[in-house]
């Protein structure tokens, strides 16, 4: 699979390409700023990009904006965006599209390799991952229905389906049983109006609901 790694420090760049090709991933670009990481994309059409939210010349946003390029232009490149801090109005940005291969991590989570590997993949295959810090940001910006809906436990339940995780994983996470969770995540339906009719996409029309994105 191929992958472009877009990031201004020299020292990570050189360690996600470790990263990467390690687990199978063939890095075709690494690059320090949007510009560059534009180009690479339309040279080598990668199916995965993982790029910082801030790059040069600004140290603003360009990684963010180009990430909404990539998923304008190329809406088939997955894009796994990067940060030092949570940033809510860019992980917002990059859900208010497509949420189908998008990812936002804060970068400490670079240092578990397994966890970062794991979310890559997943993203890589089509899905959603989010920094369980930066879903926790999104949370507390909610003030109005349906958050008030939801208890606790609920609220718990669907951080951990926004960080993209199944309900096996949330059951373990939480120490409860997968029909526990099943009653929460139905819970969760009801109180945020997703009717059956939704299917499948019910997950992702939850979070984003949630999240006040969509």
Same mark, same amino acid.
């Given at each position: ?8 420090? +020299? ?14 991933? =063939? ?14 994309? =339309? =040279? ?6 993982? &790029?910082?939210?801030?790059?040069? $010349? @600004? ?10 390029? %990539? ?5 088939? &490149?997955?894009?796994?965006?990067? #940060?030092?801090?949570?940033? /809510? ?7 208010? @599209?497509?949420? #189908? ?13 397994? /966890? ?11 899905? &959603?991952?989010?920094? $369980? =810090? ?11 229905? $349906?958050? /008030?809906?939801?208890? $606790?436990?609920?609220?718990? +339940? ?6 993209? !995780?199944?309900?096996?994983? %949330?059951?373990? #996470?939480?120490?409860?049983?997968? #029909?526990?969770?099943?009653? !929460?995540?139905?819970? %969760? ?23 006040? +994105?969509?």
């Amino acid at each position: 699979m191929r992958a472009v790694i877009a990031e201004d420090s +020299v020292l990570l760049r050189v360690g996600l390409v470790k990263v990467l090709e390690a687990v199978g991933f =063939e890095v075709v670009a690494a690059v320090g700023d949007a510009e560059a990481l534009l180009a690479a994309v =339309e =040279e080598h059409a990668p199916q995965v990009v993982v &790029t910082d939210v801030r790059m040069p $010349p @600004g140290l603003t946003d360009e990684g963010v904006r180009a990430a909404l390029v %990539i998923r304008r232009q190329w809406p088939e &490149t997955a894009v796994l965006l990067l #940060s030092q801090y949570v940033e /809510e109005r860019y992980a917002a940005d990059l859900l208010a @599209g497509n949420t #189908s291969g998008v990812g936002y991590l804060l970068k400490e989570r670079v240092a578990n390799v397994d /966890e970062f590997v794991e979310a890559l993949h997943r993203v890589a295959a089509g899905g &959603t991952a989010l920094d $369980p =810090e930066v879903v926790a940001q999104l949370l507390l910006r909610r003030h109005r229905d $349906p958050l /008030e809906r939801l208890t $606790p436990r609920e609220r718990d +339940v669907l951080a951990l389906m926004a960080a993209g !995780h199944s309900n096996t994983a %949330i059951a373990e #996470s939480l120490v409860v049983s997968d #029909s526990a969770v099943a009653k !929460h995540i139905n819970s %969760i339906f009801t109180k945020l109006d997703l009717s059956p009719a939704d299917a499948t996409h019910r997950r992702v029309l939850a979070v984003l609901r949630f999240l006040e +994105v969509a």
